[in-house]
């Protein structure tokens, strides 16, 4: 595995423009100064949903966004773009965002998430941006059930210059969590990032094992994790969002970290999890590099998804 070059991050959380998606669909409904109607109100959800919004949240969404165009006394399309755009911002504003605090130390991130999504390199990306702080961190191999998993990991860990705490492929993962959280201690270290299985044989195995993980973790050190986050792939689309649920439901899910958004993503899936499950989006995935991970902005990201 070869470490990409840093690259300074760009403006804009580092989204980059897209040349269609919902922006241009939207463009197209509204077109620029022409009366809003029932229709148009119509076209505007068909054009979120097919941004993987969903069809509840677009609902609210949308009756949400259609009370503040009339109060703003809203009559073309440009006033419903306005409309819209204020209120997925608020929206995501409210269940708060870019808010990562690691806490008294050392701090336990758990990571959870199926397979597929980014979530070891999500962490190594975390592991540079927290070394680049001046933080000391650990990583610990808790998917122990893929062998590429844990020396995935440990490319990582050296490339970053982080230890990585694992044992053989199949050992318990609680095992590796509990040794990679008393290492933290005796070390003295900010942080342990702990990578978990995505996939077992069927999803309960799956869920029970990352509760056992979470109960060793507190148990070890009441308190922690300090954070619980999930790696969710923006081009899931639907599928995500039954996906953040799972999670949520067994592991208390307490940020989401949306990755692949650079490439063909929606984007809506964005809004219907962190809405759904009442967590904020922490971090965005905005390339491959090592340091393209950066704090979500509502802002840049409703600028990015309008663009089109």
């Keep these: 595995m070869t470490m990409a070059r840093p690259r300074r991050e760009p403006t804009g959380m580092g989204l980059r423009a897209r040349p269609s998606g919902f922006g241009t669909r939207l463009r197209s409904i509204l077109g620029g100064g022409a009366p809003a109607t029932d229709a148009t109100w119509d076209e505007v959800e068909e054009a979120l949903i097919g941004a993987d919004v969903g069809a509840e949240a677009t609902l609210e969404l949308v009756d949400a966004a259609r009370d503040r165009f009339r109060d703003d006394g809203g009559r ?48 190594a990306k975390l592991a540079h941006r927290l070394v680049s702080e001046g933080r000391s961190v650990a990583l610990a191999a808790a998917d122990t059930f893929r062998a590429a998993a844990v020396e ?80 969710l792939d923006a081009t ?39 809405d759904r499950l009442g967590v904020p989006i922490v971090f965005a995935g905005v390339g491959e590099e090592i340091d393209a991970l950066a704090p979500f902005d509502p802002d840049a990201f409703v600028e990015w998804l309008f663009a089109g």
């Design 76 to 123: 073309t399309g440009d006033d419903v773009r306005r409309a819209l755009a204020t209120e997925i911002r608020d929206r995501l504003v409210r269940v708060g965002s870019g808010g990562f605090v690691l806490g008294d130390p050392p701090s336990v991130i758990l990571f959870v998430g199926v397979n597929g999504t980014g979530k070891t390199t999500t962490i």
């Design 152 to 231: 995935q990991l440990r490319i990582w860990g050296e490339q970053v210059g982080v230890p990585v705490i694992a044992q053989r492929p199949g050992a318990d993962p609680g095992a590796v969590a509990f040794d990679a959280v008393a290492a933290a201690e005796s070390r003295n270290l900010d942080a342990v990032l702990v990578d978990t299985a995505g996939r077992l044989q069927n999803k309960q195995q799956l869920m029970d094992e990352l509760a056992k993980i979470r109960r060793v973790i507190e148990r070890r050190m009441p308190g922690q994790p300090r954070h619980v986050l999930l790696v």
């Design 236 to 274: 899931t689309g639907q599928n995500g969002i039954l996906q953040a649920e799972a999670f949520s439901r067994e592991v208390g899910v307490t940020g989401i970290v949306l990755t692949k958004l650079d490439g063909s993503a929606k984007g809506g899936v964005a809004l219907a999890a962190s």
